[in-house]
């Protein structure tokens, strides 16, 4: 069975840090392009970071310089490094593994 699990979310107070990871089961048969979108309440699924088979990477405006996608040591895993988090960050965060569906995805909430 194909699934995404996402892990690592919580609940982190603004400027905290947060590493959420995702881990695709199944058998990955070479490098595949990976990503993290989320989605907050009421909004539509956001690309938030994202990165190539051959691993650039690419972010959205508003996580430039405080988010960092990374793969893990095995195929199947991507992680994402978040620093500074604002309030705004808050929201369901969904990996993105291509020929995968979506995962549950890990709430994130940025509250004092």
């Known amino acids: 069975q194909v699934q995404l699990v996402e892990s690592g979310g919580g609940l982190v107070q603004p400027g905290g840090s947060l590493r959420i990871s995702c881990v695709a089961s199944?058998?990955?048969?070479?490098?595949?392009?990976m990503g993290w979108y989320r989605q907050a309440p009421g909004k539509q699924r956001d690309l938030v970071a994202s990165?190539?088979?051959?691993?650039?990477?690419n972010y959205a405006d508003s996580v430039k310089g405080r988010f960092t996608i990374s793969r893990g040591d095995t195929r199947n895993t991507v992680h994402l490094q978040m620093n500074s988090l604002k309030p705004e960050d808050t929201a369901v965060y969904y990996c993105?593994?291509?020929?995968?569906?979506w995962g549950q995805g890990t709430q994130v909430t940025v509250s004092s």
């Open positions: 990165i190539t088979s051959g691993g650039i990477t």
């Open positions: 199944g058998t990955i048969f070479s490098i595949v392009p």
């Open positions: 993105y593994v291509q020929g995968f569906p």
